[in-house]
């Protein structure tokens, strides 16, 4: 297993910011992408946004599109998730994820091999 560890969560008022970080420390793993997925409790895990790990393509869900912004840092293994204009339904946790596989859709869960233990994020009204 390769430890994803998620940091950056928090509580924050509708139309704040938060920066969540996931950091994959360890050994070298080779991946083709990665992922952001968030789930609220009562429901399924959902997915947030994802980014081709050297190419640098992102895909993003619509009901995050224009305000969160997924991004990586080769050098130091580390992958974002800038989140602006937060709402409460954007209470939940998030998790990383990252997956070997190339050239699939990269919103399922079940394409991902490895995954963080998530970091909880908290948009008070």
């Known amino acids: 297993q390769v430890p994803l560890v998620e940091s950056g969560g928090g509580l924050v008022q509708t139309g704040g910011s938060l920066r969540l970080s996931c950091a994959a420390s360890?050994?070298?793993?080779?991946?083709?992408?990665m992922g952001w997925f968030r789930q609220a409790p009562g429901k399924e895990r959902e997915f947030v946004a994802s980014?081709?790990?050297?190419?640098?393509?992102?895909s993003y869900a619509d009901s995050v599109k224009g305000r969160f912004t997924i991004s990586r840092d080769n050098a130091k293994n580390t992958l974002y998730l800038q989140m602006n204009s937060l709402k409460p339904e954007d209470t939940a946790r998030y998790y990383c994820?990252?997956?070997?596989?190339?050239?699939?859709?990269?919103?399922?869960?079940?394409?991902?091999?490895?995954w963080g233990q998530g970091t909880q994020v908290t948009v008070s009204s």
């Open positions: 994820a990252a997956s070997r596989y190339y050239g699939i859709p990269y919103s399922a869960p079940t394409v991902y091999d490895y």
């Open positions: 980014i081709i790990w050297l190419g640098g393509t992102t």
């Open positions: 360890g050994r070298t793993f080779s991946r083709a992408a």
